[in-house]
């Protein structure tokens, strides 16, 4: 039927453009629910972004504290005026040019970050580059029951990465894997460059992304970060950059390397099958309303290439080790964690999990009954008092989107061996008033960018499609993902990177905005002027 739709509206049957009429309709209706729902979570971020803000602190406990609103309100100000003097500026630079300045500080500052400090993986970092080294020896007891893998099976696409650097690094591989998270920064920059340049085409936007990544410091904390986050990320957006050209060309090798490049990034970081739902919807967004049928068959090929690429890994360690791989924790636990209070944070890592599994002698069926029980408990006493839920869910999301550096400076000093305490500057940076300057500025920062997407949904309103809220459909899917999941504020930096090239189409469509709204005031008044200067006879 939809095929004979599409088939009448071409031949011009009235009833064919009633059912075109329809389903462009219904391609709104879809379009502006997303966008209204991505807009009202911005909203939320952006408003407390101006009036609190959280802190983490040495033990990973998140602190709430009041914000100044007319600090916020005076920087936007500030910064929308000196937008509109730079207008000109802006649209005459080279974006090239300024790419290739921001890289060469990016592997400047970086280089020196990682062979000055040297700051040392512990924790789940350490661990699985202990697992990674292990393996090279030929030692796979971290897969025996109630070993680091055995719970936590998903981390083997990561122990692969750090097993294959470890082949040619040796005893330097943190370093090499922190020299690499440089390349993968570097990486994210130029492909969200890529990503800006396809949704919006306007230069001036371009000079303000890089503005804005140039100023980002949050990134910068995650470079000695020895985990899947930023290669992670790098491979999400490549698969991203690569799928929005297939829907503007048409080619469908384009679409294949996407989907590689996704399944790597999930490989890489569990949590980025969000970013594979995304691609699917919008794959199928593309087959539905621009009919365009290859669309249908590669909403299935990343979802393929993530099962054969995660089998494959699966497979490959069985064989070397000839052990069978475990399925790990029920994801039913995360959830039950999620939504209760803890020593750091409401929803935050509390241990419950691995207490559970641990007590239930890692019974997968018991486990899911008893966090099923304690998830239904949760939500009778939610619905008993739903203040209670609403301060929850509050204190839960402020915590983990709320905290200008997203962790950056706990994840470098998490009792970690470098060489950051036997320096004055890096004393000063993460613990005395070098740390307060850059926590004043990532704050502004955050709110910069909060509000800027949050003007560019309003103030786009009418031309948003499924192409163009891409990025924004992956942070809604974050966002509404740890409502029910773990909570932390590294989780949330991935997310942040992908709100910075709606962030700079909002304040240059805002600065445009402003300046001919005061152009007709101008002119307004000239005319009143002249016609008080000569009246009418």
């Not at 020299?179 to 920064?185: D, E, M, R, S």
């Not at 199928?284 to 669309?295: E, F, I, Q, T, V």
């Not at 803890?342 to 999990?353: F, I, K, L, S």
């Not at 955050?446 to 003007?455: D, N, W």
Request: aromatic share 16%; charged share 15%; net charge positive.
């Amino acid at each position: 039927m939809l095929f004979y739709g599409v088939k009448c509206a071409r031949m011009g049957d009235g009833c064919g453009k009633g059912i075109l009429k329809k389903k462009l309709n219904l391609e709104r209706i879809l379009v502006w629910g997303a966008a209204a729902a991505v807009l009202l979570s911005l909203s939320y971020l952006a408003l407390i972004s101006i009036f609190a803000t959280v802190q983490i602190d040495h033990s990973e406990s998140a602190v709430f504290c009041q914000d100044s609103p007319f600090m916020h309100l005076l920087f936007l100000a500030l910064f929308l005026l000196a937008l509109l003097r730079l207008h000109s500026f802006l649209s005459r630079c080279s974006a090239r040019a300024f790419l290739v300045i921001l890289l060469v500080f990016l592997f400047s500052i970086g280089s020196w970050m990682v062979f000055t400090w040297k700051v040392e993986p512990v924790a789940d970092q350490g661990t699985v580059l202990s697992a990674a080294q292990a393996f090279a020896r030929g030692d796979f007891t971290m897969l025996d029951r109630g070993g680091y893998l055995y719970l936590y099976p998903h981390q083997l696409g990561l122990v692969a990465y750090f097993q294959l650097v470890n082949l040619f690094a040796g005893a330097n591989t943190y370093l090499v894997l922190q020299v690499l998270n440089i390349f993968a920064l570097s990486a994210c920059y130029f492909l969200l460059l890529g990503i800006c340049r396809i949704l919006f085409a306007k230069r001036e936007v371009e000079i303000l992304l890089l503005l804005f990544l140039f100023s980002a410091v949050q990134p910068l904390l995650y470079l000695s970060f020895v985990y899947g986050n930023l290669i992670g990320l790098a491979a999400g957006l490549a698969g991203i950059w690569l799928q929005l050209r297939y829907l503007e060309e048409g080619k469908k090798k384009l679409a294949f390397g996407s989907s590689a490049f996704l399944a790597l990034s999930i490989a890489l970081k569990n949590n980025h099958l969000i970013f594979l739902v995304a691609s699917v919807l919008i794959y199928l967004a593309d087959a539905a309303w621009k009919r365009r049928k290859s669309s249908i068959l590669f909403a299935l090929v990343p979802i393929a290439a993530n099962l054969l690429l995660g089998g494959t890994i699966r497979f490959g360690y069985e064989q070397a080790s000839g052990r069978e791989i475990a399925e790990g924790m029920p994801k039913v636990l995360w959830v039950a964690m999620g939504m209760q209070e803890g020593p750091r944070a409401p929803g935050w890592y509390n241990e419950y999990t691995l207490d559970l599994y641990q007590e239930v002698e890692f019974d997968a069926k018991r486990a899911r009954q008893e966090a099923q029980q304690a998830i239904r408990q949760r939500l009778k006493e939610f619905a008993k008092d739903p203040l209670e839920a609403f301060s929850f869910y509050y204190r839960k999301t402020a915590s983990m989107w709320n905290n200008p550096d997203f962790q950056g400076f706990w994840v470098n000093l998490d009792n970690r061996p470098s060489n950051i305490w036997g320096s004055e500057l890096g004393n000063s940076l993460f613990l005395g008033r070098g740390r307060d300057a850059l926590s004043a500025w990532m704050n502004l920062h955050q709110s910069l960018v909060y509000l800027g997407a949050t003007a560019y949904l309003v103030l786009f309103w009418k031309t948003h499609d499924f192409k163009m809220l891409f990025l924004a459909i992956i942070f809604l899917g974050g966002f509404l993902f740890h409502l029910f999941w773990e909570a932390k504020g590294q989780y949330a930096l991935t997310y942040f990177l992908l709100l910075f090239p709606y962030a700079a189409a909002g304040w240059i469509e805002a600065a445009k905005k402003v300046r001919c709204a005061a152009e007709r005031l101008f002119r307004h008044s000239s005319r009143a002027k002249k016609v008080s200067e000569f009246p009418e006879k």
